[in-house]
């Protein structure tokens, strides 16, 4: 289930973003575009199974140690950022839009900076993942609130996408709270495994757009009709 579950999230969002490609010429839709295949690509790379044998891959100096998991992490964040750009940037809102790309830049340098597999220390493993959790919260809360503000502005056919995005965006964010709680009590219960419970939001963001998608032709071909 461990790797099941990550896969068909990965296929699910790769489908998604392979629909959007006729629209790439649009700019506004390449961000979302970007951001469902960085979600496929974290997905397949944080799968136990291909995430064990990449780590024996790695060379026995260790220079690259960890190095699926470091891609993994900066492909989630891209892709949080991305989606968050798309979804302000439906809301008409340009600063939340600014405020997205200075994010992803700040935290994308933030993660890199705090990967050290030749001499890791707990000072850099917390602060990886305290970036990583607060990053969860900040983006998926915006997206969340984004999404409900701009319901009623959204055409009834496209009411269950954007609703698919807000579920994406909750299941998100309580998954980013519950990172936090971990990291406040360590000695407390822990999670062995993140990617099957972050295949959720993932479901989400790639099922809202599949169908989005689908509505979109839909709704051109009628107008080709008329």
């Known amino acids: 289930m461990n790797d099941l579950v990550p896969i068909l999230a990965a296929g699910c969002a790769l489908a998604a973003a392979v629909a959007r490609l006729p629209r790439w010429k649009a700019a506004e839709s390449r961000p979302f575009t970007i951001g469902l295949a960085l979600l496929a690509v974290w997905a397949v790379l944080r799968t136990p199974a291909i995430n064990g044998s990449a780590n024996e891959m790695s060379l026995p100096s260790g220079h690259f140690e960890s190095i699926p998991g470091l891609i993994a992490d900066v492909a989630l964040v891209g892709a949080g950022a991305l989606i968050g750009v798309t979804v302000a940037d439906a809301w008409g809102r340009a600063l939340l839009k600014r405020a997205f790309y200075l994010g992803l830049i700040a935290v994308e340098a933030a993660l890199l900076l705090t990967y050290d597999p030749l001499h890791p220390s707990y000072v850099t493993i917390q ?76 479901f989400g963001f790639a099922l809202g757009s599949l169908i989005a998608s689908a509505r979109m032709r839909k709704h051109a071909l009628q107008d080709i009709d008329d």
């Open 127 to 202: 602060t990886h993942n305290w970036i990583l959790a607060l990053s969860g919260i900040a983006v998926n809360g915006a997206v969340l609130v984004a999404a409900v503000l701009s319901y009623r502005t959204v055409p009834a056919p496209f009411r269950l996408p954007l609703s698919l995005f807000m579920f994406g965006g909750l299941s998100g964010l309580a998954l980013a709270v519950i990172r936090v709680v971990t990291l406040l009590r360590p000695e407390g219960p822990q999670v062995n495994s993140w990617s099957p419970m972050v295949s959720i939001p993932i």
